[in-house]
């Protein structure tokens, strides 16, 4: 029903940056939260940033001053423009939002399929 299509990965130098971004389709009413997190190789899932359909965000301090989160809710699109990056960055980025289906129904969680990001040193 609904999909969360991420691009923009790929592979840099330490000092470089890049921007991701994450489009979601599908049969969505609204949605309110959208975020990133990031998982490494033998390490859980973490937060990267966070953004309310009002504008506020969230960082974790590991990236709070490098990265920056932003959305177009028209068009249901959250992007992440990551600055300064570093080898212990590198991990696979997904996308999360939270969705709701109809005026009258809860909130869904959905991720997208992820994409790779390479921090060489």
């Known amino acids: 029903q609904v999909q969360l299509v991420e691009s923009g990965g790929g592979l840099v130098q330490a000092g470089g940056s890049l921007r991701l971004s994450c489009s979601a389709s599908?049969?969505?009413?609204?949605?309110?939260?959208m975020g990133w997190y990031r998982q490494a190789p033998g390490k859980q899932r973490e937060l990267v940033a966070l953004?309310?359909?009002?504008?506020?965000?969230n960082y974790p301090d590991s990236v709070k001053g490098r990265f920056t989160i932003s959305r177009t809710n028209a068009a249901n699109t959250v992007y992440l423009q990551m600055n300064s990056l570093k080898p212990e960055d590198t991990a696979v980025y997904y996308c999360?939002?939270?969705?709701?289906?109809?005026?009258?129904?809860?909130?869904?969680?959905?991720w997208g399929q992820g994409t790779q990001v390479t921090v060489s040193s």
């Open positions: 953004i309310t359909s009002g504008g506020i965000t």
């Open positions: 999360n939002a939270r969705v709701r289906l109809g005026p009258m129904g809860g909130e869904y969680n959905y």
């Open positions: 599908g049969r969505i009413f609204s949605t309110n939260v």
